[in-house]
């Protein structure tokens, strides 16, 4: 049974290609057959976009770890700041990243 340990792992590694790499290698084949404004793709990009929306509400309002001591303030000032970079400098992701981690930073010392 000592010679097994690697089991688990093995085991994890599989499970998570599984339930990622199935879904891309679908998309993959898929890709060429669906119209970007077709009624599906809609749909799947509302349902992408209101899962990021609501993963970002959930660490702004109810955030967990190091980042719950910081004010809700603070932590809503960051988002705005950051969205507001992101459209600002022509709608770059890494802008509006750097800009909300400024912003929360900058007052998580000035505090």
């Given at each position: 049974m000592a010679e097994l340990w690697w089991w688990p792992y093995a085991m994890i590694v599989v499970a998570?290609?599984?339930?990622?790499d199935v879904w891309r290698w679908l998309g993959v084949l898929f890709s060429g057959r669906l119209r970007e404004d077709s009624e599906l793709m809609v749909f799947?990009?509302?349902?992408a976009t209101a899962l990021v929306a609501?993963?970002?509400s959930k660490l702004v309002?109810?955030?967990a770890g190091a980042l719950e001591s910081a004010p809700v303030v603070l932590r809503l000032a960051a988002a705005v700041s950051g969205f507001a970079a992101f459209l600002l400098f022509g709608q770059r992701v890494i802008v509006g990243?750097?800009?909300?981690e400024v912003v929360?930073?900058?007052g998580w010392l000035f505090l």
């Open positions: 998570g290609w599984l339930a990622t799947i990009r509302s349902v609501g993963v970002i309002l109810f955030p990243v750097l800009a909300a929360l930073i900058g």
